[in-house]
């Protein structure tokens, strides 16, 4: 974009987020031989460092040019055969394009509807599980955050709910906006493919499909027959193993992957969490005591620690208060897709973000909806957020993380 107003223009999308100056400096670099003996002195540890933001010991890492998509589409032809069947919920425009990618894959898919505003029941999970007695069910997936509606799932809940069916399914989580923002347990969870993007939790441009996977998983890779080539889990492990890739890898974003993981270890991934839980919390009491407004997230079980869909009153228009963010004050909100299209507009928090980045997403935002008709009080968002920042942010954190994902639906 041709830059044409002095000062920083804030991105307030659920991605592409900030990218530091540490990661831009990372990858400024001139070209590599991709064969060189050294390059797996970059490799070797970056897949043990991305496997610990992961928080897995078991599990193995694959690093693709793509980008989140391009990790869903290799978890399911690397471990599915054509018309095998796969259970998941849909939610929303991520959980949508999911599904319509098992669909498209040849997979029989059964897709339940879910209101847009909650995510994936871990009940309903159970009695599903329970009643497929002959195990047809092979995979079950679930998007732990849904971005299109800020939409939290409860991985734990539904692993716990996939136990007590006793059900051998494959358990795939798509973390693109959570993973490395909100907590992600592979190996606690028994999660079989994590599937995330670069341009997220991970700060990064986008271009990279991060994923791990299970020894589950790729037990049932050994067995899949669905086609495949360039995203192929056999390729990548023959040649990873060294350090190398069977084709030319992107140097500069391995180079800022391991960036963006010293980072992230060096403020220590639970303070990353509890970080994005309180900003989050902040832009929360901003919507919702300070506007006045209601969020997509029906509850504060689905709440989304790293994006918020604000839904706008009746007869108003969610795209006005975009295009007036972004040309008069230089700030780029989510737009609502598909479904919430013009009733809802996001505020994505994730990534390199503090709570004054966040003040201006949530000054920009109202002084944009009071300009397109929206009957709210100036300054009311930011009263309500900075007040719950200035407490939250004494070294007593302790109390004020105790409501994240509690209440059952
Ligand atoms: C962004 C996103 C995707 C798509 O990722 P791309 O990197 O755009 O391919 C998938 N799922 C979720 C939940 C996302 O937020």
Redesign the pocket.
Known sequence: MTRTHPGRFHIAI??PTNIPERILNAMHISSEDQRNPEIPNLTIPLYKDVKKVFKSENGTVFLFPG????A?ESAIINTMSPNEKVLIYRYGQ?SH??ADMFKRLGLDTEMVEREWGTGTPPDEVEKTLKNDTHHEIKVVCV?Q???ATGVTSNVEDIRKAMDAANHPALLFV?G???IASIDFRMDEWKVDCAIS?S??GFMLP?GMAIMCVSEKALAAHKKAQLKRCYYSWEDQIATNKDGYFPYTPQIPMLRALQESCNMLFEEGLENVFNRHHRIAEGVRKAILEGWELNLCAKDRYWYSDTVSAIVVPEGKDAKEVLSTAFNKYHLSLGAGLTQVAGKVFRIGHLGDLNELQASAFINGAEMAMIDSGINVKPGSGIAAASEYWRESLNTNYEKFKDNRNTKVA
């Open positions: 659920p991605g980008s989140g998509t391009g869903w991520f394009l999911w998007t955050n849904e971005t798509d693109v906006s959570s993007g341009q997220k986008s």
